[in-house]
């Protein structure tokens, strides 16, 4: 059969018979894979016509919503997705990884946008700017959806995780995406888009797919476009220096291979809980996806004086995994993707055998070499020892993507770290400590050369997702070699694929444009207490002034008597007098918020289902006895959960002493029923 592409709102298959694509187990012909004869100025287009448009339409919830609806739909087939997952020679537990991994990561983008982006088209990055002395001419930050296509070119080792780890915050972001998938794993990819297209969940244009080469498409590229690359470093180069890529400025993120290291500490010591959970990462980190990731611990830096007690702790617990079939349920790691990638894999070993000895595996195994005459990828567990750290090169700066990881041994900490950094970049790095010291030094030293650190000691190991786990709400990505580029980093990572915009302009018309008021933009009279109000009928900027209120000696007294609270400053005249940031007894800055929240609240039953927090707060005025108080209450920002029937109102509110002076300034955040009250319920 020949893989088909999903373009143009139609699946289409190329010209050419393509590129062989076969089982990594049995050798065994899966498909063809070709784009040749695509016309891929017209697919850029399509995305940026049809899919752009229609997802621009929709509000940062809506994208969310249509990203959990296709999870939870995309889980029903993944025992389908499975099946399929064996022949790029994934165990069970390494399918999960990508499949159920990939998809959870959708669904954790979800929710992300849900609960921190608004309900609506634009981000506010920061806070307002004052640009003038009257108030009436301010800027701030804004992100909002670019009107170009997202091209999404992925590795061959995850090729569903992979896959929705760049879509999920670009659908967020309001971009259509254009999926190129690794073409050895293709077929899995393809069958998820598969799925997905007969679901008809995203809007029509958001996502095309390509099974096979990208054909001329860089050529077609615009400054609106973005380019998201996970591969070999080279390739990176390559794409990253196109003449159109640099004459039109496209963005464009890389993750790259890396060598990435672990650091056993000096205190780790043979019998300690850190090293044997040491071993343990090493030799996950070398079979899991057969040591295809990006993030696998390919230095393994160890104090020389505990060198033999980790290479023997290592190598015992690497005897034990079984090379096999990935079908079989005792089956602990498969096979190399294809053969071509186990040839490469060689070609590096005998690269990284110049200055390292090979003390545990055999590239030849007797064991495998039936299964690998039937055109299989196997190839054992590699463990090497670099014979001199210091000078060796190799080690620093070649990877065999596989499963091989090399020892180093480090006489003093400062050596460990300098090891760690000749790999000039990386995505990932760990530490196995129980020194908090160790851990402090490590980190300062590392974190400018990778992407994301990761201590463990024994209190959080259980619950460690391990090092090579990238996750949605951290940063994937890292410096140099790695690529220099960052993905997912939740919000982060949504904004990868949006432009960052300065607006200035009048309060009211920031306001207006950000879907937020902010102060010196118009008040408006709601008419009735905003508090009555329902939240479809709230609009920003209805604003509520209170009566004022004299605040007492007795307030304070009794508000000392009720909390607890007596600090001296709000207790004794004549301690107070002799802080020289009140000179003389206040109140206590929670009581002002106490009292103006009896000032502001109608107490009736209403709309306002709860209050859940404050945001923001900061008291900018001492007020006294004596003094009376105001509030001032603004509707600042609404964002609906109309799937649970009230939506999230943000007031903002301000407190003011009888001159008019600030006392206080915050955010009260509640939840209000859509709809009105019905007469009898109140």
Not at 550 to 573: K, P, R
Request: include cysteine; charged fraction near 25%; charge should be neutral.
């Amino acid at each position: 059969m020949k893989l088909e592409s999903f373009v143009l709102g139609a699946w289409r298959s190329g010209a050419s018979e393509g590129v062989a694509l076969r089982d990594a187990t049995s050798g065994e012909l899966i498909a063809h894979a070709t784009t040749d004869g695509f016309d891929m100025a017209a697919i850029l287009e399509h995305a940026r016509t049809v899919g752009g448009p229609a997802l621009r339409e929709t509000s940062f919830h809506e994208r969310a919503a249509l990203l959990r609806a296709l999870g939870k739909r995309l889980l029903e087939s993944k025992e389908d997705f499975y099946a399929l997952s064996h022949r790029t020679g994934a165990t069970r537990a390494d399918s999960w990884i990508d499949i159920d991994g990939g998809i959870g990561t959708m669904l954790a983008f979800a929710s992300k946008g849900a609960r921190e982006l608004p309900d609506g088209r634009v981000y506010l990055d920061g806070g307002v700017e004052a640009l003038s002395k009257g108030g009436s001419f301010v800027g701030r930050h804004v992100c909002v959806s670019r009107a170009g296509a997202a091209v999404q070119i992925n590795a061959f080792n995850f090729p569903v995780w992979g896959m929705f780890e760049k879509l999920a915050p670009a659908i967020l972001a309001g971009m259509p995406v254009i999926v190129k998938p690794a073409t050895a794993t293709a077929y899995l990819t393809e069958r998820v888009v598969r799925r997905i297209v007969e679901l008809a969940i995203l809007p029509p244009g958001t996502l095309q797919m390509i099974a096979g080469g990208v054909g001329d498409l860089f050529d077609h590229l615009g400054s609106q476009d973005v380019v998201s690359f996970t591969g070999s470093a080279s390739t990176a180069v390559k794409l990253r220096t196109h003449p159109i890529v640099t004459r039109r400025s496209v963005r464009f993120i890389a993750e790259t291979d890396s060598l990435n290291s672990s650091i056993l500490g000096p205190d780790a010591g043979p019998g300690t809980a850190e090293f044997e959970l040491y071993a343990d990462e090493v030799v996950r980190e070398m079979t899991v996806k057969a040591g295809q990731k990006c993030t696998a611990i390919r230095k393994a830096i160890v104090p020389a004086t505990m060198l033999e007690a980790a290479t023997a702790a290592i190598a015992e617990r690497l005897a034990a995994v079984r090379v096999g079939d990935p079908r079989a349920p005792d089956t602990r790691m498969g096979p190399l993707a294809s053969r071509d990638q186990r040839h490469e894999v060689l070609h590096r070993l005998e690269e990284l055998r110049g200055e390292s000895d090979l003390i545990h595996g055999d590239p030849h195994d007797p064991r495998l070499r039936e299964a690998n005459a039937r055109g299989g990828g196997f190839l054992a567990p590699l463990l090497l020892r670099c014979r001199d750290a210091a000078s060796a090169s190799a080690v620093h700066s070649v990877e065999a993507f596989g499963p091989v990881a090399t020892l180093l041994a480090y006489r003093d900490l400062d050596e460990a770290i300098e090891l760690a950094r000749r790999g000039d970049g990386s995505l990932a790095g760990s530490l196995f400590t129980a020194d908090e010291k160790v851990a402090a030094h490590v980190a300062i030293g590392l974190a400018p050369f990778h992407g994301r650190l990761l201590v463990v000691n024994r209190h959080c190991a259980a619950e460690s997702t391990g090092h090579g786990a990238p996750l949605a709400p951290l940063v994937h990505g890292g410096p140099g070699r790695a690529g220099g580029g960052e993905e997912m980093g939740g919000i982060r990572g949504v904004l990868h694929y949006m432009q960052r915009t300065a607006l200035q302009g009048s309060p009211a018309m920031l306001a207006a444009i950000g879907g937020r008021w902010i102060r010196g933009a118009t008040e408006r009279d709601p008419g009735r207490h905003p508090f009555r109000k329902p939240f479809d009928e709230l609009a920003i900027g209805d604003t509520f002034r209170s009566n004022a209120r004299q605040i007492t000696v007795a307030d304070i007294e009794a508000f000392a008597a009720l909390t607890g609270d007596n600090f001296y400053a709000h207790m004794s005249e004549t301690e107070a007098a002799r802080n020289p940031l009140f000179g003389s007894r206040v109140a206590h800055g929670y009581y002002l918020i106490s009292a103006a929240a009896g000032l502001f609240v109608d107490p009736d039953y209403g709309p306002v289902l709860g209050n859940y927090g404050l945001d923001e707060l900061r008291f900018v005025k001492p007020a006294k006895p004596g003094d009376w108080i105001k509030v001032r209450l603004t509707c600042k920002e609404k964002s609906l959960r109309a799937d649970k029937g009230w939506g999230e109102v943000r007031w903002d509110a301000l407190i003011t002493n009888q001159d008019g002076e600030t006392v206080a300034s915050y955010d009260v955040l509640t939840m209000v029923s859509v709809h009105a009250v019905p007469d009898a319920a109140r």
